[in-house]
Structures are given as structure tokens and as C-alpha cells.
């Protein structure tokens, strides 16, 4: 079938391993979390997922990272080396793709740690690596994200996230705010976008995005200013996309072609 891939699988690194075991846990307490927002879902069966969920969140997430990596997402970052990641939490992504990859890595943080260095302008800390890849993992719904990305004047920014249409939460994600997605689906346009191991409820990917050349043209009669991308024909993404449903439609509107056809 067109585009098909393998399933995603974790890593062999610890937060992989500690991923796959709680997931394994929920399974085994009888935890639904394909349905955690079905709206027939009984609502003590919905609390339960949540106060699992608030557990994990304590001993895995917040100590490690709350995007789930692969070998295959660490070494497609690690191929645009150098890099500054802002709001790098832990450090665990940084540090996992130095280490996997020997690529270079500067990671900043409001809250500093090993590995980690504080940030405490974002501007001044993008414009010192001017040669970077800018990297963002899971921001928050502050105006970290669109600081950051508004201060980058590089070409490759990668993203770990949710985005516009590519969410349950809302129209834009609790990843990032507005103005954040608003200024990378203007000013950037997606190379690849790769899955990851998802936490119950979200739908964050890998994505390499590259700056786009632009235009302004005044258009019609009454002179309206308009901005125009340009992307060239190799890094235009495949429009084709199928789910599972999707694949079904498909297989019945071949059926009903062949049928016509005879």
C-alpha cells in the first residue's frame, strides 16, 4: 500500500524501556486508553485512565521527557547538527542524541540542570548559534515557542509536538501557543514528518521543517497585498494520507472501478 511503514516501536533507552512497561501496566489493570475521549466511555472507567495518567506523569514525564523517542527520529536530528534546543526540560532528548549520534547539541532551560544551561533571554541565546538548527520538544503554552521560532533565522527547525489539525485538544494543541503555529505554517513548510510512541490522548510527531521563500504580490483591481510561498517540487510533502477507514474506502472504490469496467 502507498506510504505504508512499519509499526513505531521504542527505543532501548531508559525512557522507552520505562514507557513500554507502564503501558504494559495499564493493560494489565484493564485501562481503555484507545477510548479515553469516547464519549460512551463510563465516566469512573475515564477517571481511572486519568489518575493512572497523573501517576505516570509524576515518575516518568516530568523527571525524563514527555515525547517518547525512537532510533529513527534521534538520528534523522542528529543529521542537522549543529542544534540549540530551547525549553529542553531534563535534557534527556539533548543528551540521548549527543550521545547516540555525537552530534552537537546546546541546550537551554528556564530551570538549568546537568547538560541543560539557563535561558534567560531566549533572543539573545538563538541569536549566539547562529549556525544552529533550531530544536523544540513538546513547548508549553507560554510564548516560548513563538519567541523562539521569531528570533531563529536559520532554515531547519525540527518539532516534536502537535499541530494545527493534528490534535484532539482543541484547534491548535496545548503544545505551543497560537502564535507559535500561526508563524511556522507562514513562514515554514514540513519536509518530514515522522510518528512516535504516543502518551494516551496526544499525537505529537517528529517534523522537519524548512524555511520557505516567500512573495508579496498586490493582486486584483483593488490592490490587495498578498504573500505567496514557494516550495520547491522536492520538498513538497505526499498529499496522500489514509487511515486505517481511509484504506477501507479505498479498497471498495477500486472494487466499484473494477466493477464498472466489466
Not at 524501556?17 to 460512551?40: C, N, Q, T
Not at 533550531?134 to 513563538?146: E, G, I, K, R, T
Not at 502518551?199 to 498578498?226: F, H
Not at 494520507?241 to 481511509?246: M, N, P, V
Request: glycine share 8%.
Amino acid at each position: 500500500r502507498h506510504g505504508a511503514r512499519s509499526a513505531v516501536a521504542p527505543w532501548d533507552d531508559p525512557l522507552s524501556i520505562r514507557y513500554m512497561e507502564v503501558m504494559k501496566e495499564a493493560s494489565e489493570l484493564g485501562l481503555d486508553l484507545d477510548r479515553l475521549f469516547h464519549p460512551d466511555l463510563p465516566d469512573h472507567e475515564r477517571l481511572a485512565i486519568f489518575d493512572w495518567f497523573r501517576a505516570v506523569h509524576q515518575s516518568v514525564r516530568i523527571p525524563m521527557a514527555y515525547a517518547i523517542p525512537t532510533a529513527e527520529a534521534v538520528h534523522i536530528i542528529g543529521q542537522f547538527s549543529p542544534i540549540v534546543e530551547i525549553g529542553a526540560g531534563s535534557g534527556y532528548w539533548s543528551r540521548l542524541i549527543r550521545e547516540r549520534t555525537g552530534s552537537i547539541v546546546f541546550a537551554y532551560d528556564k530551570s538549568p540542570c546537568l547538560g541543560v544551561h539557563r535561558c534567560d533571554h531566549i533572543p539573545t541565546i538563538i541569536e549566539s548559534h547562529p549556525d544552529c538548527s533550531l530544536f523544540l520538544c513538546w513547548p508549553d503554552q507560554s510564548d516560548m515557542a513563538s519567541t523562539a521560532i521569531n528570533a531563529f533565522g536559520g532554515e531547519i527547525f525540527i518539532y516534536i509536538g502537535e499541530s494545527i489539525g493534528r490534535t484532539v485538544h482543541g484547534d491548535f494543541s496545548p503544545m505551543g501557543d497560537v502564535a507559535f503555529h500561526l508563524y511556522v505554517n507562514r513562514h515554514f513548510h514540513e519536509v518530514l514528518r515522522v510518528p512516535l510512541p504516543n502518551w494516551p490522548g496526544n499525537q505529537d510527531c517528529l517534523s522537519v521543517y524548512k524555511r520557505s521563500g516567500a512573495i508579496t504580490l498586490m493582486m486584483g483591481e483593488t490592490g490587495n497585498v498578498e504573500t505567496f510561498q514557494h516550495v520547491p517540487p522536492s520538498e513538497r510533502s505526499d498529499l496522500f494520507t489514509a487511515s486505517e477507514l481511509g484504506w477501507r474506502i479505498l479498497d471498495k472504490t477500486a472494487d466499484m472501478i473494477a466493477s464498472s469496467n466489466t
